[in-house]
């Protein structure tokens, strides 16, 4: 799996838009880069997945840089209950994921 | 996304007693499964990785006599504490593979007295 690296904390304002950054410089061509996020005391929920192109689904939008060498997850309107550690992996899905020690995003009311 | 469920979600056992924990991918099969444990206030580390048919591959440091896995069915896998001692109080979290990536169970809290 491609090193990340990730802010340790953020916060945010309920109902603002909250910009995740990642840093995946090490990330091969054909690795994906993964969100999860962790609620405390529960697994890790699956957010959002990416290669090269930005996604976006019910949850949030993935921004990827051209060269591939950082990424952004943004949640658009957050709300309490999205406060959370999320990570960011690079790697293949269908293979083991190596968490690092992701973002504690904290969500203001 | 697809669903993996835990059980139990929760234990508490006595030193020296062996603590069994199923992982069961509910609507897709995996042939792949992985078990991860979480230390308070650490991020998951990843045990083993668990092979329908065929024997786990564990992580390095990770006893395989202590920490039995079985993969017997496409949906079924188990992580058996053996002899546990309270150095093995964790979370406990089982992941399963299917065409789009990994899901997560909901863990499963262990305490041993």
């Known amino acids: 799996d491609a090193k990340t690296t990730q802010p340790p904390s953020m916060d945010c304002a309920e109902g603002r838009a909250a910009n995740l950054p990642c840093n995946h410089s090490?990330?091969?061509?054909?690795?994906?880069v993964y969100w999860y996020r962790q609620i405390h005391s529960q697994g890790p929920q699956y957010i959002i997945h990416g290669l090269k192109n930005n996604e976006t689904n019910e949850m949030a939008s993935l921004i990827i840089t051209e060269d591939r060498k950082s990424s952004t997850l943004i949640l658009p309107h957050a709300t309490l209950r999205d406060t959370a550690v999320y990570y960011c992996i690079g790697g293949f899905g269908n293979e083991k994921l190596t968490f690092g020690t992701g973002t504690r995003l904290t969500i203001i009311p | 996304g697809a669903v993996v469920s835990q059980h139990p979600s929760r234990v508490i056992c006595k030193s020296g007693t062996s603590v069994k924990i199923e992982c069961r991918s509910l609507d897709f099969q995996a042939t792949t499964m992985f078990w991860y444990r979480q230390f308070p206030k650490q991020s998951l580390m990843l045990m083993a990785t668990s092979n329908e048919g065929s024997k786990a591959t564990y992580e390095q440091g990770v006893e395989k006599d202590k920490f039995l896995i079985n993969h017997a069915s496409l949906t079924l896998s188990t992580l058996t504490v053996t002899s546990a001692h309270p150095e093995d109080s964790s979370f406990y979290i089982c992941?399963?593979?299917?065409?789009?990536?990994?899901?997560f169970g909901p863990g499963t809290r262990l305490t041993v007295l």
């Open positions: 992941s399963a593979r299917d065409s789009v990536g990994q899901f």
């Open positions: 090490t990330i091969s061509g054909n690795e994906y």
